[in-house]
């Protein structure tokens, strides 16, 4: 499990959504940035907020959306001890 922060996956998708589909799509990354929202309505997932940066052509921020699986309830239930925020 290799580790990006959601302003350089953002990024990298940005410069080149190809390149950076076949280095990230389907794959495990530890995506760290700060919580920016937690919700469970089209599936659990938690946005974190980037940064803001103008080199970002298509977002004025760098939030990158985290959808986990619903069968792995240990990470899930780690949602639950977060709040905005927090890093």
């Given at each position: ?9 953002t990024?990298a998708?940005?410069k ?15 995506v760290t940035?700060?919580v ?6 089209l ?15 298509f977002l004025d921020?760098?939030d ?12 899930i ?11």
């Amino acid at each position: 499990v290799g580790t990006v922060s959601a302003v350089d996956l953002t990024l990298a998708y940005d410069k080149n959504e190809i390149k950076a589909g076949e280095t990230y799509k389907d794959k495990y990354y530890e995506v760290t940035g700060v919580v920016g929202d937690i919700d469970a309505g089209l599936g659990t997932y938690m946005v974190l907020e980037g940064e803001e940066d103008q080199s970002i052509e298509f977002l004025d921020r760098s939030d990158v959306q985290c959808f986990f699986n619903e069968d792995d309830k240990d990470e899930i239930s780690k949602l639950g001890d977060l709040k905005k925020g927090d890093k």
